[in-house]
């Protein structure tokens, strides 16, 4: 399976919540929208038609090698001179100079944007789903997707709407409804972060409680770094698999990767517009509603307490039989640090392993590399009781691969362990690097 289909799985179980940057806005509105840049560069030709004050924000000296004439000399380069929250504090008292309010003039530049008309595939999943957004922007442009009646927002100085909907949508730093209590400049900042509020509460339980995508969203903003952290510290503790998801159009370097990985457990989908995503979701939805109910009810049954319960050889068959069970595992708020959990898995595992044995069984081979690149890449077993365990089954794996087409190895299960490895959380790297060299057990990839 694919974080596609763990995004999809998250969704028909009411369990995704979406955090939105600017970038979100720019491809729903064929990039009209500003980005916060340039929302401050608009907001300073309100107050001075000359460009002059622009220049004096936007605009810094260096003192280097001119790329002109190469050269070391001071010249100008396109750079903030400080923070855009800072250059926000100062623009505003230049705007009050001309009897202007910052707030208001923001409202003004944000409320005429429009949904543009290539975002089908976003509307369908935001009419058709049901999840939340938590949203750095001040544009009402989501309460549009969803269509009308589907979607509460709830922003700072506005009344908590109290009815259900299939949408809801937390405006972290104000809206466009109530101009006054966006958070807009340091002084705001600073309030905003350093007080416990109903939003930076709520956004910590959504954290816990959910799948997380990032969406359009540069990963500057340090509220949200410190609630992450804690996250970090808290999957780990409970032993839960990474649901924070990073999506960006670029494609991202594998030494950035690793740092979102490390720092904040974070997986990243790199390479993927907006629109493309929500495609991918469209059509993995019906698989995620087909094995929602009947997966769940199985993993109630196999993780109750006391439950002598096992996954039979025969549904585990079906190389997509693990990645059902373990989003059934997620979605029902089950985690890995107990030993029913460590000990139920490691089952799956072991049948997963005599099926390999079988006549014919070459499939096996593939999916049994498949689920063990998967489940070592979102759960830290460095932990588990029954860990050595564990690294039999995968020296079970490496011993019956090989690079080269030999009779009798799989060639397709050593590309996947090569293909996966570099995403395999560090722990479990180094628990698998000391248990094979210990046992003579080689490959070229798995460096550490």
């Not at 549904?315 to 595992?329: K, P």
């Not at 049948?351 to 689920?371: F, S």
């Not at 009779?407 to 698998?432: C, F, M, P, R, T």
Request: hydrophobic share 35%.
């Amino acid at each position: 399976m694919s974080i596609y289909f763990d995004i999809a799985y998250a969704a028909v179980n009411n369990r995704l919540c979406l955090i939105t940057g600017a970038g979100f806005t720019k491809a729903i509105t064929n990039q009209k929208a500003p980005t916060w840049e340039d929302l401050l560069k608009e907001l300073c030709a309100k107050c001075d038609d000359t460009g002059e004050l622009e220049k004096k924000l936007f605009k810094s000296k260096i003192t280097g090698e001119c790329p002109k004439c190469s050269k070391e000399h001071e010249f100008v380069v396109n750079k903030p001179i400080l923070a855009l929250d800072e250059l926000a504090e100062i623009i505003a008292s230049k705007l009050k100079e001309k009897e202007l309010d910052i707030y208001e003039e923001i409202k003004k530049i944000i409320l005429p944007l429009t949904i543009s008309d290539n975002c089908e595939n976003i509307k369908k999943f935001f009419q058709e789903q049901s999840f939340r957004v938590v949203t750095t922007n001040y544009d009402k442009l989501i309460q549009e997707l969803c269509g009308e009646g589907e979607c509460q927002t709830i922003s700072p100085g506005v009344l908590i709407p109290r009815l259900r909907s299939k949408v809801k949508v937390y405006h972290v730093h104000g809206s466009i409804d109530s101009p006054n209590n966006m958070i807009v400049t340091s002084n705001n900042y600073f309030k905003f972060m350093n007080a416990e509020s109903y939003f930076s509460r709520k956004l910590s339980t959504l954290l816990y409680e959910n799948t997380i995508v990032i969406l359009g969203y540069a990963f500057n903003d340090n509220n949200l770094k410190s609630i992450f952290n804690s996250y970090k510290e808290f999957s780990k503790s409970s032993m839960t698999s990474p649901n924070i998801i990073l999506v960006t159009r670029r494609k991202i370097e594998k030494h950035i990767k690793d740092l979102y990985k490390n720092n904040f457990n974070m997986r990243v989908l790199d390479g993927v517009e907006i629109d493309g995503l929500f495609r991918k979701l469209n059509d993995y939805i019906p698989k995620a509603e087909e094995c929602k109910a009947s997966s769940k009810r199985a993993i109630q049954r196999v993780m109750r307490n006391g439950s002598n319960r096992r996954y039979r050889k025969d549904y585990l068959r079906s190389s997509d039989s693990f990645f059902e069970i373990f989003n059934a595992m997620i979605s029902s708020g089950y985690n890995f640090e107990t030993k029913n959990a460590q000990e139920k898995f490691l089952d799956i595992f072991e049948k997963k392993r005599i099926l390999t044995t079988e006549d014919g069984a070459w499939g096996q081979y593939t999916a049994l590399a498949n689920w063990l690149t998967y489940f070592f890449t979102n759960i830290d077993i460095s932990k588990f009781h029954n860990k050595n365990s564990f690294m039999e089954v995968v020296l079970h794996s490496f011993n019956t691969m090989s690079e080269e087409l030999l009779l009798g190895y799989s060639w397709e299960a050593y590309s996947i362990w090569k293909q996966h490895w570099d995403d395999v959380l560090k722990e479990n790297k180094l628990l698998i690097a000391e248990y094979l060299s210990e046992r003579g057990v080689d490959a070229p990839f798995y460096n550490v």
